[in-house]
T-cell receptor, first 114, second 113 residues
């Protein structure tokens, strides 16, 4: 069965410093992986997705993630945090080779301090 | 832009009531989903549908049912609401099978008293 583990429930950074949100996955096949962001009182928005093309995936708002099969990881990074990045971030794996069922991690809340 | 619209942002219902949550998408997507979101648990899949009149159970279907009579509309039904169903409910739709991006509605915060 497919699953994801987000290693940190909360991450705090200062504005202008790098962001690292960690995600490990488990999958019995080559997975599709996603990062979604949820700003307060707003819907979920796709940040980026990996679908077996390039292992380094660039997303919106300067975020990127690297698929590392040997480490079963898909960590989300950004070189310089902005106040507007404060939100909850979800790592997501597709549920199977023939399904769009998405399996969510438990989320990481990112706080950005001035 | 794809739009997924949930009929209510906030609902308060009494224990034992039958509750309907409605979701409509405007992009002719085949797939539709219902999730519930609880703090510390992320999003958990309740039911999903790949086609009209077709439904499959997700990870936590107990106490819920769904209806998909038209392609654009996917309804979640709480047969007899209970306080442990107090939660944020999110509807989503997607186009492709296997790796498609899902588009989410704004959510319905349901409180059962």
């Amino acid at each position: 069965a497919q699953s994801v583990t987000q290693l940190d429930s909360h991450v705090s950074v200062s504005e202008g410093t790098p962001v690292l949100l960690r995600c490990n996955y488990s999958s019995s096949y080559s997975p599709s992986l996603f990062w979604y962001v949820q700003h307060p009182n707003k819907g979920l928005q796709l940040l980026l997705k990996y679908t077996s093309a390039a292992t380094l995936v660039k997303g919106i708002n300067g975020f990127e993630a690297e698929f590392k099969k040997s480490e079963t990881s898909f960590h989300l990074t950004k070189p310089s945090a902005h106040m507007s990045d404060a939100a909850e971030y979800f790592c997501v794996v597709s549920g199977g080779w023939n399904t769009d069922k998405l399996i969510f991690g438990t989320g990481t809340r990112l706080q950005v301090f001035p | 832009d794809v739009k997924v619209t949930q009929s209510s942002r906030y609902l308060v219902k009494r224990t034992g009531e039958k509750v309907f949550l409605e979701c409509v998408q405007d992009m002719d997507h085949e797939n539709m989903f219902w999730y519930r979101q609880d703090p510390g648990l992320g999003l958990r899949l309740i039911y999903f549908s790949y086609d009209v009149k077709m439904k499959e159970k997700g990870d936590i279907p107990e106490g819920y049912s769904v209806s998909r009579e038209k392609k654009e509309r996917f309804s979640l039904i709480l047969e007899s609401a209970s306080t442990n169903q107090t939660s944020m409910y999110l509807c989503a739709s997607s186009l492709n099978r296997g790796e498609g991006e899902a588009f989410f509605g704004q959510g319905t915060r349901l409180t059962v008293v």
